[in-house]
Structure formats: C-alpha cells, structure tokens
C-alpha cells in the first residue's frame, strides 16, 4: 500500500531506484532458513515486482524514464551463510531481466546494480565492514551507467571482479536479443 500510495504522490519521476532490501543470515540447513527465506523473498522480490507494478505506469506517463533495480554480486554467486539472502537476490536478477523486456515496450530502461559489500548497515553486519566502498561508489556507478545506456553495472572493485569473469555470459545469452 505504501509503495502504491508512493507512487501516486511521485507522479513526476522519470528515475526510480529500487534499494529496498533485507539481509538474514542463514545456512542452508538451519533450522530457520525457510522463514529467513521467505522474508528475503517478501522484500527483495516482492519489493521489486510491486515498486515495478506502482511505478512502471508513472514512468510511461513520463515519457519512459528508467527503473533501476539493486541486486547484488550475491544474484550470481552464493555462499553457505547468505545462502537465502542470495536465492533472493538471483530471483530479483531474473525478474530485473524480465522487466528489462516488457518495459521497453514502453521506452523505460531497466538497470541491474550488483554491488559487492558497500558500506551500509547490512555489510557491517554481515562482517564486511572493513572491505566495503563508499555508497556514493554506487550512486556514481549508476549515473555512468544510465549516461551509458548500460543494464548491467558492477560498481565496486570486487563486483567489478565479478564482472570481467562473467560478462561474456552476460553480453551473449542475457543481454542477446529474445528469440521469438
């Protein structure tokens, strides 16, 4: 309802950034990763397809504009501890793909970030604190990004890493034209 309500008030936006997120630490077979999942899956996906669903209209009222979706190098690769926050994260990629697609029909570009650790809240958590980038890394990254035309954008040295492995995946199957 917020989100809806958002979007309403915000009816002249041509940039929406999605950084809505939530990190629950759990392994795979503790005995609340199905709860931690299910709460990931809530904000980090739900989140995403309801703020596309609110805002994709004002956007085409808008004259296109862009949505840009915060992912994660997490989307791509998993790790035991952040074994949910990641399945979250790899759905909100595909769905970011998906709505890449279907928005374009209406001449608003979609984005996917994939920040490693930055230095918020969340990564001084999860124990990153003392390797995360600047925020402002990220809010840079977009802007070069947007200015670039570019859907995938890895800000950080260590998503950038991420990057240069699998790019070559990403420019010939993801960001391939769809066969019909």
């Known amino acids: 309802e917020t989100i809806f309500a958002a979007a309403k008030k915000a ?3 041509d940039l929406v950034v999605n950084n809505a997120g939530i990190l629950l630490m759990a392994m795979p077979l503790d005995d609340r990763v199905v ?4 709460t990931q899956m809530a904000v980090n996906v739900n989140g995403l397809l309801y703020m596309a669903q609110a805002f994709a209209p004002v956007l085409k009222s808008n004259g296109g504009g862009a949505f840009v979706q915060l992912n994660s190098i997490a989307s ?6 952040f074994s949910s926050y990641a399945a979250s994260k790899a759905a909100a990629y595909s769905l970011t793909q998906a709505l890449q697609e279907q928005l374009a029909e209406q001449g608003t570009r979609v ?9 918020t809240d969340m990564a001084k958590e999860a124990g990153f604190n003392d390797i995360a ?3 402002d890394t990220v809010a840079k990254a ?3 990004g947007l200015k670039a035309g570019q859907f995938h954008v890895f800000p950080d040295t260590m998503a950038q890493d991420m990057w240069m492995q699998y790019q070559s995946f990403a420019r010939n199957v993801v960001e391939a034209d769809s066969v019909e």
């Open 111 to 119: 984005m996917s970030v994939h920040p490693g650790p930055i230095a």
């Open 133 to 135: 980038e600047t925020a």
């Open 35 to 38: 709860e931690a999942l299910q």
């Open 142 to 144: 977009i802007i070069d």
């Open 11 to 13: 009816n002249d936006v």
């Open 76 to 81: 791509l690769r998993s790790f035991p501890a």
